[in-house]
C-alpha cells in the first residue's frame, strides 16, 4: 500500500514538473506583456514620463537624419537626367516640403494619443487588416537596413585607410562570386559590431545621439565644401555651368518624376512617424518639420553639388559620394581630416539606420509578437536579418530590379497614409478611444474578420492604376504607354488623393457607426476611471476600465 503511495505522488510530481519548452517560455517571455490586450510596456501609450521629445529636439533629429552621405547624393540622379543644379535644389526642396506636410499631419496622431502607427493604423484598416500594412512596412525597414549597413561600412573603411592606409593594399580572399571584397567585409564587420549595443538604447533617449549628429555632421559638410572651394574654386566647372537639357513637357514629366522620387525617399517616415512623435511632450512639438526637412535638404544637397564639381577638377572624375572624396585625403593632415569626417559621418549613419529603420521595423515585430518581442529585441532580430540574411552587398551589385522594386514601393506606401490621413482627420474628426485600438473585440474590429472594407478598397483604388507604370521600372523589356508612365510620375499625390477621398465618401455614404465617439479617450492615468494611476517601470500599467473622456482643449 505505501510503495503504492509512493508510486502515485511520484507521479503526480513528474506532472508538476514544469517542461522543457515551459521554461523556455517563461524564460523569453516579456515581463510587461497584457495577454488580454495583447501589447507590452512597448506597445502601451508612452506614460507621461516618458514624454521627453521637445520641438527642439524633432529640429536636431531632422537635421541629422538629412546630414548623411546620402544627403550629398541627392542631387546625383536628378541631374544625370537633365536637370541643372539650381532645378534639382528647387525639385528637392518642394518634395521634402511637401513630404514634411505629410509628416506633421500623420505625426500629430502620436504626439496626441502617444500610440505607435502599428496601433494607429486598426482604426482606419481594422484590428486584422492592419496587420497586412504593418508587415507592408516592416519588410521596407528591414531591407533599407541592409542597405544603410553597407553604407555604415564604406564610413568604417574610409576611417579605417585613414589610419592605416596600409590597409588599401590588402589583398581579397573572398571569391568574385561573394560580391565584397576583403576590406568591405571587414569595415562590415567592425560596422555591425559598433552598431549592435546601440540598439539597446531607449528610444526616449536616441535625442542625444540626434543632437550630436546634428551639430557635427553639418559642420563636416561645411568643412568639405569650404575645402573644395578653397583649393579650386567652383565657378566655371562643368556641374557648375550645367544648364538643364530639356524643354516644355518633357522638363515637366521629369521634374514630376525627380518629385516623385525624393518624396518617394521620406514615404515611410511619413507613415511611421506616429513612432517618434508618441514620445513628443505636446501636438505641437513636431510642427517644425515642415519647414526644418526641405531647409536642411536643400543645404545638404547644395554641399553635394559643390563637392562633386570641385572633385571633377582635383581628381579628373565626378565624386558624388563624399566618402570617396575623403578618400583621396592622404597627406598626414589630410588623412586626420578624413579621419573626422568620415567618423561623423559613421555617427550619421548610424542615427539614420536606427531612427528611419530599426526602430520602424522594430515596432511592428512588437505589435506582431507582443508576447516576446519588445522594441530593444525586435532591433536585435533587424540588425542580424537586414545585415547577414539580406546580404546587402548582393543586392547592391546583382540585383538592381530588386532596387528598384523597393525603391517604387511608394507606391503602396501613399495610400496607406491618405488612409489614415483621411480618417483621422475627415471621418473622425480626430477622436479615437485609445484603449480599443488594444481591443481585438472592440469597435475597431469592423467585423468578424476584424477588417474595414471601406480601407480595403479605397486601398486597391489608391495602387492599382500605378501599377502599369511602376512595371518598366522593374523590367526595362516592358514598355507601356506614355499615360500609364506619366501617372506613375505623379504616383504620390495620385495614391494619397485617390486612396483619402474614396476612403472619405464610402465612409460617408456607409459609416461605421459604432466608431463615431463624441469625444476623444486620452491615455493619461487621471482620465482612466477606476485605475490607480501608477505606471510601470516598463511601460503604462494600465486595463480596460471605463474611461472619462476629455475634450482635446482641456487636455492640452
Known amino acids: 500500500m505505501s510503495s503504492e503511495k509512493n508510486s502515485q505522488s511520484d507521479s503526480s510530481a513528474e506532472l508538476a514538473r514544469p517542461s522543457i519548452w515551459s521554461k523556455i517560455n517563461s524564460r523569453?517571455?516579456?515581463?510587461?506583456?497584457?495577454?488580454?490586450?495583447?501589447?507590452?510596456?512597448?506597445?502601451?501609450?508612452?506614460?507621461?514620463?516618458?514624454?521627453?521629445?521637445?520641438?527642439?529636439?524633432?529640429?536636431?533629429?531632422?537635421?541629422?537624419?538629412n546630414f548623411s552621405p546620402s544627403g550629398f547624393r541627392n542631387a546625383a540622379s536628378l541631374m544625370e537626367i537633365g536637370l541643372s543644379w539650381r532645378d534639382s535644389l528647387v525639385c528637392i526642396t518642394i518634395a521634402q516640403f511637401i513630404i514634411g506636410c505629410v509628416i506633421v499631419l500623420n505625426g500629430v496622431v502620436g504626439s496626441r494619443y502617444h500610440v505607435n502607427f502599428s496601433i494607429q493604423s486598426r482604426a482606419s484598416f481594422g484590428y486584422y487588416f492592419s496587420y497586412l500594412m504593418i508587415i507592408m512596412r516592416m519588410i521596407v525597414g528591414i531591407f533599407w537596413?541592409?542597405?544603410?549597413?553597407?553604407?555604415?561600412?564604406?564610413?568604417?573603411?574610409?576611417?579605417?585607410y585613414a589610419i592605416w592606409p596600409s590597409f588599401h593594399n590588402v589583398a581579397n580572399t573572398l571569391p568574385a562570386s561573394a560580391n565584397i571584397d576583403t576590406q568591405m567585409m571587414t569595415a562590415y564587420i567592425v560596422y555591425f559590431i559598433i552598431i549592435l549595443p546601440m540598439h539597446y538604447i531607449p528610444?526616449?533617449?536616441?535625442?542625444?545621439?540626434?543632437?550630436?549628429?546634428?551639430?557635427?555632421?553639418?559642420?563636416?559638410?561645411?568643412?568639405?565644401?569650404?575645402?573644395?572651394?578653397?583649393?579650386?574654386?567652383?565657378?566655371?566647372?562643368?556641374?557648375?555651368?550645367?544648364k538643364t537639357t530639356l524643354h516644355g513637357s518633357k522638363l515637366a514629366w521629369t521634374f514630376l518624376s525627380g518629385l516623385y522620387a525624393n518624396i518617394g525617399t521620406w514615404s515611410t517616415l511619413?507613415?511611421?512617424?506616429?513612432?517618434?512623435?508618441?514620445?513628443?511632450?505636446?501636438?505641437?512639438?513636431?510642427?517644425?518639420?515642415?519647414?526644418?526637412?526641405?531647409?536642411?535638404?536643400?543645404?545638404?544637397?547644395?554641399?553635394?553639388?559643390?563637392?562633386?564639381?570641385?572633385?571633377?577638377?582635383?581628381?579628373?572624375?565626378?565624386?558624388?559620394?563624399?566618402?570617396?572624396?575623403i578618400d583621396n585625403w592622404t597627406s598626414p593632415g589630410g588623412r586626420a581630416a578624413a579621419f573626422f569626417c568620415a567618423f561623423f559621418f559613421l555617427i550619421s549613419q548610424i542615427g539614420v539606420n536606427i531612427a528611419a529603420n530599426s526602430i520602424s521595423a522594430a515596432n511592428d515585430l512588437n505589435c506582431l509578437f507582443p508576447r516576446y518581442i519588445n522594441i530593444r529585441r525586435g532591433q536585435i532580430i533587424v540588425a542580424f536579418i537586414g545585415s547577414w540574411a539580406l546580404t546587402p552587398w548582393n543586392?547592391?551589385?546583382?540585383?538592381?530590379?530588386?532596387?528598384?522594386?523597393?525603391?517604387?514601393?511608394?507606391?503602396?506606401?501613399?495610400?496607406?497614409?491618405?488612409?489614415?490621413?483621411?480618417?483621422?482627420?475627415?471621418?473622425?474628426?480626430?477622436?479615437?478611444?485609445?484603449?480599443?485600438l488594444y481591443n481585438k473585440d472592440g469597435i475597431y474590429r469592423y467585423n468578424k474578420i476584424g477588417t474595414n472594407w471601406r480601407a480595403f478598397s479605397?486601398?486597391?483604388?489608391?495602387?492599382?492604376?500605378?501599377?502599369?507604370?511602376?512595371?518598366?521600372?522593374?523590367?526595362?523589356a516592358i514598355t507601356v504607354s506614355a499615360g500609364a508612365t506619366h501617372l506613375y510620375y505623379l504616383g504620390y499625390f495620385y495614391g494619397v488623393g485617390a486612396a483619402a477621398l474614396s476612403y472619405y465618401v464610402l465612409c460617408r455614404f456607409w459609416p461605421a457607426m459604432e466608431t463615431m465617439i463624441d469625444r476623444p479617450v486620452?491615455?493619461?492615468?487621471?482620465?482612466?476611471?477606476?485605475?490607480?494611476?501608477?505606471?510601470?517601470?516598463?511601460?503604462?500599467?494600465?486595463?480596460?476600465?471605463?474611461?472619462?473622456?476629455?475634450?482635446?482643449?482641456?487636455?492640452h
Open 203 to 242: 528610444m526616449r533617449h536616441l535625442k542625444w545621439l540626434f543632437t550630436i549628429k546634428s551639430i557635427t555632421t553639418p559642420i563636416v559638410g561645411f568643412a568639405i565644401m569650404g575645402w573644395v572651394i578653397h583649393k579650386v574654386g567652383v565657378s566655371n566647372t562643368s556641374l557648375w555651368t550645367q
Open 522 to 555: 486620452y491615455p493619461d492615468a487621471d482620465v482612466i476611471q477606476g485605475h490607480n494611476g501608477q505606471y510601470m517601470e516598463e511601460g503604462v500599467d494600465a486595463g480596460f476600465g471605463d474611461a472619462i473622456v476629455v475634450d482635446n482643449e482641456e487636455k
Open 28 to 65: 523569453i517571455e516579456l515581463s510587461s506583456v497584457d495577454a488580454i490586450r495583447r501589447s507590452n510596456a512597448d506597445l502601451d501609450p508612452v506614460p507621461p514620463h516618458r514624454r521627453t521629445w521637445r520641438t527642439h529636439n524633432f529640429v536636431m533629429y531632422w537635421i541629422s537624419d
Open 458 to 476: 479605397a486601398f486597391f483604388i489608391g495602387w492599382v492604376p500605378l501599377l502599369p507604370g511602376f512595371i518598366p521600372t522593374v523590367n526595362s
Open 270 to 325: 511619413a507613415v511611421n512617424v506616429p513612432d517618434f512623435t508618441r514620445y513628443a511632450v505636446n501636438d505641437k512639438s513636431a510642427f517644425i518639420t515642415a519647414f526644418v526637412l526641405p531647409a536642411t535638404g536643400c543645404l545638404i544637397t547644395f554641399f553635394g553639388v559643390v563637392a562633386a564639381a570641385g572633385s571633377n577638377i582635383l581628381y579628373g572624375q565626378i565624386l558624388w559620394d563624399p566618402l570617396l572624396l
Open 395 to 436: 543586392i547592391l551589385t546583382g540585383a538592381p530590379a530588386f532596387i528598384s522594386f523597393m525603391s517604387g514601393y511608394s507606391v503602396w506606401l501613399g495610400p496607406i497614409a491618405g488612409i489614415l490621413l483621411s480618417d483621422f482627420y475627415l471621418v473622425h474628426k480626430q477622436k479615437y478611444d485609445v484603449w480599443e
Open 145 to 160: 537596413y541592409g542597405i544603410q549597413a553597407y553604407t555604415g561600412a564604406e564610413c568604417v573603411r574610409s576611417i579605417i
